[in-house]
């Protein structure tokens, strides 16, 4: 089941499809479901051309001589993913989506891309590409035989509040493309936000109310310095609605309710000590958004 509202915040889709992995003997078709699904992960969830396709490495991974893994390096290195999101992208946009597509999370902070920057940099294209591949983190999450999935979503001990909202500022619904670009065209969605250690606010990604859905664009006024009383020297304030609270008296029961049951209004400076103490209590959050 999903999380929360997943449903609403659009990651209910990935919440409720199990992870998929190659196992040798699966049948033809299965083996099409696999490929079909690297597709999708690596090159953005947008429409694969047959002139795109990576037909050598198909026909090797089909033939069992190319691991998940290996298939998926093949995909990341091809005219296509460097057609779409390296040539015609910003360097950070690009690497952006190298860790949404490659590692299925958000960059953590502005230290992680500046290192990959460098790698650009100093290897060139392929070993940016292979620096994902070839990390102990893709190993623990994917290993030789998961299809990679988007992860960063899943709130979890250790993680920051600032990575938490940039996945879902990356990750708009199960039908959005990364090919297509973001609100703001192909610029890095992150942009001074992933610089200045900045969460983003959490909206669903479609609805009719103000405020809500895909065209949700924090307006001027949402500027740090502008926020007036409340907001301290550090940054402004965030309203964060949480849900999944057990209810009193009840054991293992949480609010059916589909709106949250709690709202708190937290100072920029305590979201990180807001968030761990949620969690510890075990809450979930349903949406970020300055107030």
Same mark, same amino acid.
């Given at each position: 089941m999903a999380?929360?509202?997943?449903s609403?915040?659009?990651v ?12 040798? *003997?699966r =049948?033809?078709?299965?083996v099409?479901t ?5 597709y ?6 947008a ?7 990576a +037909?050598i490495?198909?026909?090797q991974f089909?033939?069992?001589?190319? =691991? ?11 005219d296509?993913?460097m057609s ?10 690009f ?8 590692? %299925?999370?958000?960059?953590? *902070?502005y230290?992680?891309?500046?290192a990959?920057s460098?790698?650009l ?7 940016e590409i292979? =620096? ?6 893709y190993?623990?999450?994917y ?7 988007y992860? *960063? ?5 250790g ?5 938490f909202t940039?996945m ?8 959005? =493309? ?13 942009? !001074?936000?992933?610089?200045q *250690? +900045? ?7 479609? %609805?009719?109310?103000?405020g ?5 664009q ?8 502008r926020q007036?009383v %409340?907001? $301290?020297?550090? $940054? ?7 849900? $999944? ?15 949250s049951?709690?709202v ?9 000590d807001?968030y !761990?103490?949620i ?6 959050i ?6």
């Amino acid at each position: 089941m999903a999380f929360g509202p997943a449903s609403e915040l659009g990651v209910g889709l990935f919440e409720d499809t199990a992870p998929l992995e190659y196992v040798p *003997g699966r =049948s033809e078709e299965e083996v099409e479901t696999i490929i079909r699904a690297v597709y999708k992960q690596i090159l953005g969830n947008a429409y694969v051309m047959e002139s795109e396709r990576a +037909t050598i490495p198909e026909s090797q991974f089909k033939t069992g001589n190319l =691991s998940v893994r290996e298939f998926v390096r093949a995909v990341a290195k091809s005219d296509a993913y460097m057609s779409r999101f390296f040539v015609t992208s910003p360097r950070y946009r690009f690497i952006e989506l190298n860790f949404k597509h490659l590692l %299925g999370r958000a960059p953590n *902070g502005y230290d992680e891309m500046k290192a990959h920057s460098a790698i650009l940099d100093n290897g060139g294209y392929e070993a940016e590409i292979d =620096s994902y591949l070839d990390s102990d983190e893709y190993q623990e999450a994917y290993g030789e035989f998961f299809v990679p999935y988007y992860r *960063g979503y899943k709130s979890r001990p250790g993680q920051t509040m600032v990575e938490f909202t940039h996945m879902f500022a990356m990750l708009r619904g199960a039908s959005s =493309s990364d090919f297509k670009g973001s609100l703001a065209g192909k610029t890095p969605v992150l942009n !001074k936000n992933i610089i200045q *250690g +900045t969460p983003i606010a959490i909206v669903p990604p479609s %609805g009719g109310a103000a405020g809500d859905g895909w065209s949700f664009q924090e307006p001027t006024l949402g500027a740090r310095t502008r926020q007036g009383v %409340g907001a $301290g020297e550090n $940054g402004k304030v965030y309203r964060v609605e949480v849900t $999944g609270y057990r209810s009193r008296g009840a054991v293992n029961k949480f609010s059916k309710f589909r709106r949250s049951n709690k709202v708190y209004l937290v100072p920029y400076d305590k979201l990180s000590d807001e968030y !761990k103490r949620i969690h510890k209590q075990g809450g979930k959050i349903a949406s970020i958004t300055p107030v």
